[in-house]
């Protein structure tokens, strides 16, 4: 039988694999799970298999040592926090080692800045090995300072690159997978901002953006904003503050929140020379007849002017259908946009990314049959297709004129000619890097690095 080690209620533990040469733990058998600090968590495939990155600071309030770690990917789960917070969190499985005893444990990844300890050991790891005696503390004893400091202090490692933040809202995303792994291996110094994880301190002498657990995050030379759709205002917001600390947002907040706005970019693209097919838009139900006519008639789109995605777009066929839509649509007091539906298109766009004033790729979009929406996330296929110069000098004038540095630019072939759809400001990477093979995502980093100057 294997004889169990007593322990205090907080000790200090390792985990040499990761490189964690000294933690303090809080011994928890009142929680199932044991979890470990960890920030700039990233989702990454080695090998065939599912890993996961991770960076940690092992002592509490010292954001300057930091250990670089990975480890395979067990698992990924629910955890419901002391505080009654769920979260999803990623589970890795290290040997970890408490005094002299050596054994191997699951650990959940979380941010734990605001937490007591960098370490949670939970009874699942202690079944069978650990005896708590709450009452004591370090009965295994505490590493010294000079002990540290032979384990972290290395002095401070040379600046690698340009330090930039992907503020965003899903680490696991292809997209924002790419951008990570495009930045460091072009050797900049990539974290991964979790929108929902940043607050602003509004100040006239020391405005600040803080980071969960109180880091401040003021250091960065730029800014890369992902902003999902219902995240817009305060997606926005945080770009802003960023602008106003001097740090360069590779699309600004301005750009962005126009670039959402349905019904103003149309305008502003009209006011720039750029052909859109004929759109309509109005307030009042009774208006709808005199609408449909203004767009030519059924068959027609109705949109939704906060849907992305494809979702929210819809295409009635007949005069009928067109007028059951918008007086439902507006049943729910939407904003909604009336627009020709361009027949010969045969449900297909085009998608050309634009990235610094210069179309960088071109794939065609193909609505599944029946379907006349080409989106990729709805299904559609992507193809790569040669853009014409004129196609690509209205995607260029475009973004240009949303002040959009990175965009994707939908456009449609027409009779008339081609027509602009839609501007999108956090266009997504997967369907056009699979479909071309060309790294997209560096060529959003080679973007900031041309701003800055700076050279590998």
Not at 161 to 182: C, F, H, Q
Not at 203 to 210: F, L, S, V
Not at 417 to 437: F, K, M, Q
Request: hydrophobic fraction near 40%.
């Amino acid at each position: 039988m294997l004889e169990k080690v007593i322990v205090g209620s907080e000790e200090w533990c390792s985990f040499p694999q990761l490189g964690i040469h000294a933690i303090k733990a809080r011994v928890d058998s009142g929680a199932k799970t044991s979890a470990l600090h960890a920030v700039n968590i990233v989702p990454f495939e080695k090998e065939g298999e599912n890993w996961v990155k991770f960076d940690i600071n092992p002592i509490q309030k010292n954001i300057k040592t930091v250990i670089h770690c990975q480890a395979p990917l067990v698992d990924k789960r629910v955890v419901k926090s002391s505080s009654g917070f769920r979260e999803q969190r990623y589970v890795i499985r290290a040997e970890t080692q408490v005094g002299e005893t050596r054994w191997e444990v699951e650990l959940t990844l979380t941010n734990r800045d605001s937490m007591g300890f960098r370490m949670l050991l939970g009874r699942e790891a202690m079944s069978g090995r650990i005896l708590v005696d709450p009452e004591q503390k370090y009965v295994l004893g505490q590493p010294t300072r000079e002990k540290l400091h032979e384990y972290y202090d290395k002095g401070e490692e040379p600046k690698r690159g340009l330090r930039i933040g992907l503020l965003a809202s899903n680490p696991s995303l292809y997209s924002n997978k790419r951008i990570m792994e495009a930045g460091e291996q072009r050797g900049h110094e990539m974290h991964f901002l979790s929108l929902k994880d940043c607050y602003m301190k509004l100040d006239a002498n020391t405005p600040e953006i803080h980071y969960r657990g109180g880091r401040v995050l003021n250091d960065f030379d730029a800014v890369i904003p992902r902003i999902r759709p219902s995240m817009t205002f305060y997606g926005c917001a945080l770009t802003r503050h960023f602008e106003a600390l001097k740090v360069f947002c590779l699309n600004s907040s301005m750009a962005i929140s126009q670039s959402r706005d349905k019904l103003y970019s149309l305008q502003l693209l009209l006011n720039n020379g750029v052909d859109i097919p004929t759109t309509g838009f109005a307030n009042s139900p009774l208006d709808t007849n005199e609408l449909i006519k203004m767009v030519g008639g059924s068959p027609l789109i109705v949109k939704l002017l906060e849907g992305t995605q494809g979702k929210g777009v819809v295409l009635a066929e007949t005069k009928k259908a067109a007028e059951s839509v918008i007086n439902a649509f507006k049943s729910l007091n939407a904003n909604i946009l009336v627009q020709e539906f361009i027949k010969e298109a045969n449900g297909k766009d085009l998608r050309l990314f634009v990235i610094d004033g210069k179309v960088v790729a071109t794939i065609q979009r193909e609505a599944l049959p029946g379907e006349f929406r080409a989106n990729i996330h709805l299904g559609g296929t992507a193809s790569v297709i040669r853009a014409t110069p004129d196609e690509k000098r209205i995607a260029v004038k475009a973004a240009k004129a949303m002040n959009l540095k990175v965009a994707g630019v939908d456009i449609i072939r027409s009779d008339k000619g081609p027509l602009l759809l839609e501007v999108n400001s956090s266009p997504g990477l997967e369907g056009i890097e699979g479909a071309t093979n060309k790294d997209i995502a560096g060529e959003m980093i080679k973007a900031i690095e041309k701003n800055f100057k700076y050279k590998l």
